[in-house]
């Protein structure tokens, strides 16, 4: 099962639908790593910066820099969110499944998700 199809029942509040996701999306509207790389990705492009062949592959996703794991709280809270293109958000996932933790890193350059070893 898939944390996705597990908590689905949080992605379906409108509080997220109506509210958060869509303003999310409005005040960041590019793939966030991808603008790391200097590409802006809009959700037409892949991780790599080329045209986005595969229909199905072009949106983009709020995703949580934390990973909620259900919890309400964290789900909701919009400094936890970030946007990808569903590249980048792959690969996010299954480094974060390997190691079990986030590795985003606050304004001060500190791992912010608590299951960091250097949050232990
Ligand atoms: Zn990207």
Known sequence: MTARSE???????????????????????????????????DGSLTSAGAEQTNARRRFLVVDHLIPHRGDRALFLDPGNLQ???????????QRL?????????????????PL?????
């Open 7 to 41: 908590y689905h029942h949080l992605y379906n509040l409108s509080a997220w639908r109506r509210r958060l996701r869509p303003q999310h999306l409005e005040r960041e509207p590019l793939c966030r790593a991808c603008l790391r790389r200097g590409i802006l990705n």
């Open 83 to 93: 946007t990808l293109c569903p590249d980048d958000h792959d690969q996010n996932k």
């Open 97 to 113: 499944e390997t190691r079990g933790f986030s590795q985003e890193r606050g304004s001060d350059g500190w791992p912010i998700d």
């Open 116 to 120: 960091h070893p250097a949050n232990q």
